[in-house]
């Protein structure tokens, strides 16, 4: 489907909230599955849960862990991004093993790729991951400041960027995602903008870093990219979710509108504790985003945000229509929406 021309923005409304500390403790990325199964890659720097993949469902219940903490096969030392390829085997990258590997959806151990270097096909810090067409995987080389391209066995296929801040250089890139198009889009951590460039990796354009205050970007991370050509990006320090249209203008942001539901919900009630604690505290903060890490869009056109600094997934719906060009007139020089 090509990037829409135009779109009737309806709203993005709110739906749930997965997760909870204890379960997705340090959550770093999502990962919707098959049969409502939601992948939850978590990094816990404290002893409960600790790195693994925790198993939810739609319904908020705790289906138990793949991987855990360790440098052997199967195991994470600081896993960063999640993949499901079409097959449901799950691919995770991390940055403390310089590797990449790939588990079973049972959680059984497939195969691994990567060691550490700077040397084409070699790895420093991968964070972001994302598929194109085919399943090959482009993979950001975080601190060697570039973007490799791998079949999802980890052959080498080729790699473009490096350190600086002029167009299609890198500081400390984070996050990927590449449209239907084929083009990519890289958050440029240290730049504080989206980078975005063709399926080869020559550069396009840049947003995020212009004089639009409502539009600059502080530590951007995950980023992700839906049908209509809408960029999501986690800006972390900013403590929200940027959305972007296909042409990089700042469209809204979202800063977060969580309930307690599911597991949570159930903690809080049987805790006596908590449930002091909760009715004598203001609510307004807690529904907000702390520190969101990734953002994930589905085929159901839902918006699914790593909720890190409190531990949870914030589930959000997009509601907008594409517009035919005869629907409405022409861009205008100085666009203000009034409704009375």
């Not at 993949?53 to 999640?82: A, C, H, M, Y």
């Not at 400041?145 to 980890?154: A, E, V």
Request: net charge negative; aromatic share 10%; hydrophobic share 35%.
């Amino acid at each position: 489907m090509a990037v829409a021309d135009a779109l009737f923005r309806c709203g993005f409304p709110y739906i749930k909230t997965l997760g909870m500390r204890r379960v997705t403790s340090g959550v770093v990325d999502v990962a919707p599955g098959s049969e409502n199964l939601v992948y939850v890659l978590v990094r816990a720097d404290i002893p409960i849960g600790g790195c693994c993949v925790r198993i939810l469902n739609w319904d908020d219940e705790d289906l138990g862990t793949i991987g855990s903490t360790g440098t052997g096969d199967g195991n994470f030392q600081w896993p960063t991004k999640l993949l499901i390829d079409s097959d449901q085997n799950l691919i995770i990258s991390d940055e403390g093993l310089n590797r990449i590997t790939l588990m079973n959806k049972d959680g059984s151990f497939i195969s691994k790729w990567g060691e550490y270097g700077c040397e084409p096909g070699q790895l420093n810090r991968p964070s972001g991951m994302a598929f194109d067409k085919d399943e090959n995987i482009y993979v950001v080389d975080s601190f060697n400041q570039r973007i490799q391209k791998f079949t999802k066995n980890g052959d080498f296929i080729f790699t473009w960027g490096e350190y600086g801040s002029e167009p299609g250089q890198f500081n400390h890139p984070w996050g990927i995602t590449v449209r239907e198009d084929g083009d990519v889009f890289v958050s440029d951590w240290g730049n504080n903008r989206i980078q975005h460039f063709t399926a080869e990796g020559d550069f396009i354009k840049q947003f995020g870093n212009s004089n639009d205050n409502e539009a600059l970007l502080n530590r951007p991370a995950g980023i992700a990219v839906d049908s209509d050509g809408d960029v999501y990006v986690a800006d972390r320090q900013n403590n929200r979710v940027v959305i972007f249209d296909a042409h990089g203008r700042y469209v809204q942001k979202l800063l977060g509108d969580s309930q307690l539901m599911g597991m949570a919900r159930q903690y809080v009630r049987t805790n006596p504790v908590v449930l002091r604690l909760r009715e004598m505290t203001r609510l307004d903060d807690q529904k907000l985003f702390r520190f969101p890490v990734s953002v994930t869009f589905d085929n159901e056109n839902k918006l699914w945000v790593g909720d890190y600094g409190s531990h949870r997934v914030q589930v959000y719906q997009k509601d907008a229509e594409r517009l035919q060009p005869d629907e409405l007139e022409p861009p205008r020089n100085s666009p203000k929406l009034v409704i009375n």
